[in-house]
């Protein structure tokens, strides 16, 4: 299985959904700003699909590619956590409450990190141990 489309969906979904909430917010475009968080969501429903359904769990445990499998699996998880901020997010600009501000950038940096996660999951190349077979040396 690749890992080309479980990291490179998310990270672009997580762009495309920062910048319209970050446009929205800047042009006062409260529509721009619900479809930026709507895109988030759906990113991370994304990303939950690929953990649960994408087999990443059994190309972790085989000799495919393990350590980037796993890391792919791991950050997939951080983005469903992020999908469930960026839903509560968006209830409370829905509901307009106090608090959705500070909500709001704290949700924006963790799913920016999470976009630099994926782009080390993106640039990770497969890890080879090499071991060397030490020899007695004659004097």
């Known amino acids: 299985m690749q890992l080309y489309l479980p990291t490179v969906l998310p990270q672009w979904g997580i762009f495309v959904g920062v910048v319209l909430i970050i446009v929205g917010y800047v042009d006062k475009k409260d529509l721009l700003t619900r479809f930026g968080w709507i895109v ?21 445990e085989t000799n495919g590619s393990p350590f980037q499998a796993s890391l792919l699996l791991a950050t997939g998880w951080q983005t469903a956590v992020g999908g469930v901020l960026a839903i509560v997010s968006l209830l409370m600009l829905q509901f307009k409450k106090k608090r959705y501000a500070l909500l709001a950038i704290l949700t924006l940096l963790y799913f920016t990190l999470i976009f630099f996660l994926y782009s080390q999951v993106s640039d990770l190349k497969e890890i080879k141990i090499k071991t060397e077979v030490k020899t007695e040396q004659k004097q």
Request: proline content about 0%.
């Open 40 to 60: 988030l969501i759906a990113t991370s429903l994304t990303a939950l699909y690929f953990n649960l359904f994408g087999g990443l769990k059994t190309l972790a």
